[in-house]
Nanobody, 123 residues
Framework: QVQLVESGGGLVQAGGSLTLSCAAS????????MGWFRQAPGKEREFAAG????????YYAGSVKGRFTISRDNVKNTVYLQMNSLKPEDTAVYYC????????????????WGQGTQVTVSS
């Protein structure tokens, strides 16, 4: 079991950038696929991005592809989400998630969750 703590959320103007961090502890970080989900008020939770536990391959939802970059640092046991060209519709609580397989590209079976961090993009 791994514990996840997100940080880096905040308020940013449309067109701006923000980088989220997720620090993992209590598990072997390199065995986990990592993902970022987001949930806006009254909306379903969306699988935004994932990264492989194996070779660093990445997945992006169409809504963020080309603007967001997921990465991981296996020395620091941290996963990042770099968000560029932010839009008001990116406003959501962003959650870090982990699972012990290499299906990073699928929203299924992510079963370790952080507490979430709020990202608000003003128009």
């Amino acid at each position: 079991q791994v514990q996840l703590v997100e940080s880096g959320g905040g308020l940013v103007q449309a067109g701006g950038s923000l980088t989220l961090s997720c620090a993992a502890s209590g598990g072997t970080f390199t065995t986990y696929s990592m993902g970022w989900f987001r949930q806006a008020p009254g909306k379903e939770r969306e699988f935004a991005a994932g990264i492989s536990c194996n070779d660093g391959s990445t997945y992006y939802a169409g809504s963020v592809k080309g603007r967001f970059t997921i990465s991981r640092d296996n020395v620091k046991n941290t996963v990042y989400l770099q968000m560029n060209s932010l839009k008001p519709e990116d406003t959501a609580v962003y959650y870090c998630a982990a699972k012990r397989d290499d299906s990073y590209y699928s929203r299924a079976h992510y079963n370790n969750w952080g507490q979430g961090t709020q990202v608000t993009v003003s128009s």
